[in-house]
């Protein structure tokens, strides 16, 4: 027998075992889809399944929830992060879900949540599609098997953020659980190019440090303005074994930054709280570092630097555009009509206020500030630090560098061909 | 470690900054990428340590080809393939061994190879001199290096007795 036809075997396998699930799962799913749900009902039954995230309207923490159906979030992979992250929005009610992923659910996955042993050999991608529609069938849910870093699937990906809203329109916001450096930063040179928000996440190899970091265009640091931030474990490199593998995974350490990345991406969408720009979480010690980047004035992504400038623009048009709604969201949202708040409470508010006002005057400042130095514009919040060092500006020797040649691609491709 | 740093000093340095989807600078720096190779190859051959052959389909966005470890004098050699990452050079491209996908725990899905601590920082400093011979002395050849001759003794990898040969 032939690699092929092992291969083809394999395909057939993997198909015979997905129409298996879809028939002896149907019946459950056809009961479910009976109760599809249009519009979220507030009221309290024990059959709505949205009675108790319509509650945060009541208690006035949301001013809309319904909303959320009419917002599309992109996932970028669906692992051990953006697999939960995916479950939270589903079950939270999301308009439209787009999955991204090009791995298959793997029996080493197991220690992380979501996925179960029975899924294992079928893609990501549709497993997590099959699973979410079975918890919330009003979920419109959309996947791509496909590795976005690959020229010949970009374009489609571009395409998918453009037009892939509840009505053709661009999508609301583009979640990053991608695990490696190539991915993020296409997932960035794309949101740069079309002006579109988006969140990293990332979790470390060591599996005791993640971060979630909030990028917008223009207004705060892309992925390629600086070397990417993670959170400093303290563990010496040198001592960290690494011997027969590249990574380790917790699924704690997953789920907390599922849930920081959703509840960060909940209060963007339905516009509660404050968004975080960089939190980091380092498992060892409990420490939460956080940080606003400026975007780099250098940065080496040129649609960076045309948002930067249409940034600019809008804040002298309309100088306080970024900051006077989000203090009187809060004043108004701190005023009781009933003048009784409970004692505890007060103060947690009232020190929120003014933190968040004191970190809006530092952006003001920071925005009339020109950064002088690389030094300056490099320099970290405690407990952070950049993954990787910078690129070195210095040019190299003449003499180092390739010759310059009048011969054509062809005829190099030749020239390595016969060595 | 030594040889790798000599290896790499020899390679000449890339110029132009532009991946595939830059329609007007990518034929530049593919030449360029050819160039380094051509010479790098060169390099090896010169040396006595001829350890890869590498082709590209027309437009330079997908590479393949052979690389090969010789172990008590015999010849154990493995396919290569990459594609070259929309956002090339500012990220590498990502080497597999598509044979050996599933055999070790230093790979990546696809059979993409784990590279070690060192090198995505000295890429990242490298940007956009490095190219693919950079990427080949640094990556592949250092985890060929070591993890063949595991893979060797493990019995995962064996001797493949070549018809042509
Ligand atoms: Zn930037």
Redo the contacts between chains.
């Keep these: 027998m032939s690699l092929e036809d092992v291969e083809n075997i394999k395909k057939r396998i993997e198909n015979f075992k997905k129409t298996l699930m879809e028939l002896t799962e149907a019946p459950g799913a056809q009961v479910t889809a009976e109760h599809k749900i249009r519009e979220m009902s507030a009221e309290v039954v024990d059959s709505n399944p949205y009675s108790r995230l319509m509650a945060l309207q009541r208690m006035g923490i949301v001013k809309n929830y319904e909303d959320i159906r009419k917002y599309t979030v992109v996932v970028v992979g669906v692992g051990g992060v953006g697999s939960v992250t995916a479950e939270m929005l589903t079950r939270c009610g999301i308009g439209k879900l787009v999955l991204f992923d090009y791995?298959?659910v793997e029996l080493a996955n197991m220690n992380r949540l979501f996925y179960q042993p029975s899924q294992a050999g079928l893609s990501k991608v549709t497993a997590a599609s099959m699973t979410l529609s079975k918890i919330n069938p009003d979920v419109k849910i959309e996947t791509y098997n496909t590795n976005?870093?690959?020229?010949?699937h970009?374009e489609e990906f571009l395409t998918v953020l453009k037009t892939g809203g509840i009505n053709g329109d661009r999508v609301d916001l583009v979640l990053s659980c991608v695990d490696?450096?190539?991915a993020r930063?296409?997932i960035?040179?794309a949101c740069n190019e079309l002006g579109l928000n988006w969140f990293e996440s990332g979790v470390s190899e060591n599996a005791v440090c993640g971060h979630i970091q909030y990028i917008v265009p223009g207004e705060s640091a892309c992925f390629?303005c600086a070397?990417p931030l993670v959170v400093a474990s303290d563990i010496d490199?040198k001592t960290l074994k690494?011997d027969?593998?590249?990574a380790a995974s917790l699924p704690t350490t997953m789920g907390v930054v599922a849930g920081l990345l959703v509840q960060n991406a909940l209060k963007k969408l339905l516009g509660f709280g404050t968004v975080s720009w960089y939190l980091g979480y380092n498992a060892l010690t409990d420490f939460f570092p956080s940080m606003m980047i400026k975007p780099n004035p250098n940065c080496?992504d040129n649609f960076c630097l045309k948002q930067q400038s249409e940034f600019k623009n809008m804040v002298k048009e309309e100088p306080e555009f970024t900051n006077v709604d989000l203090i009187e969201d809060i004043v108004t949202h701190e005023s009781n009509e009933w003048g009784i708040t409970l004692a505890e409470d007060q103060p947690t508010a009232s020190n929120n206020t003014s933190e968040l006002v004191e970190s809006i005057k530092t952006v003001n400042v920071n925005q009339n500030n020109s950064i002088k130095s690389d030094e300056e514009y490099l320099s970290l919040n405690d407990g952070l630090e950049f993954?990787?060092?910078?690129?070195?500006q210095t040019a190299?020797n003449e003499e180092?560098?390739?010759?310059e040649?009048e011969?054509?691609?062809d005829d190099?491709?030749e020239?390595?061909?016969l060595? | 470690m030594e040889n790798t740093k000599k290896a790499l000093s020899s390679i000449p340095l890339l110029k132009t900054k532009a991946g595939p989807r830059d329609v007007d600078l990518w034929p530049q720096r593919l030449k360029e990428e050819y160039q380094s190779l051509i010479q790098y190859v060169q390099n090896n051959k010169a040396a006595d340590n001829d350890w890869f052959r590498l082709e590209s389909n027309k437009e330079g966005t997908k590479w393949f080809g052979k690389c090969w470890v010789f172990q008590n004098q015999l010849k154990y050699e493995f396919d290569i393939e990459f594609d070259i990452p929309v956002t090339f050079p500012a990220t590498a491209p990502e080497i597999a061994l598509p044979e050996l996908d599933g055999k070790t725990a230093k790979m990546y899905r696809g059979g993409k190879i784990c590279l070690s601590d060192h090198f995505k920082p000295l890429w990242a400093r490298n940007v956009p001199k490095f190219g693919i011979s950079h990427a080949l002395a640094l990556g592949l050849g250092p985890w060929l290096a070591v993890e063949i001759p595991e893979l060797i003794q493990k019995g995962v990898v064996k001797y493949k007795e070549k018809e042509d040969n």
């Design positions: 791995d298959k976005i870093t690959l020229t010949t970009f490696n450096y190539e930063m296409t960035n040179t390629a070397p490199e690494k027969g593998v590249c080496s993954a990787y060092p910078s690129a070195d190299p180092n560098l390739v010759k040649t011969l054509n691609v190099l491709r020239q390595l061909s060595l």
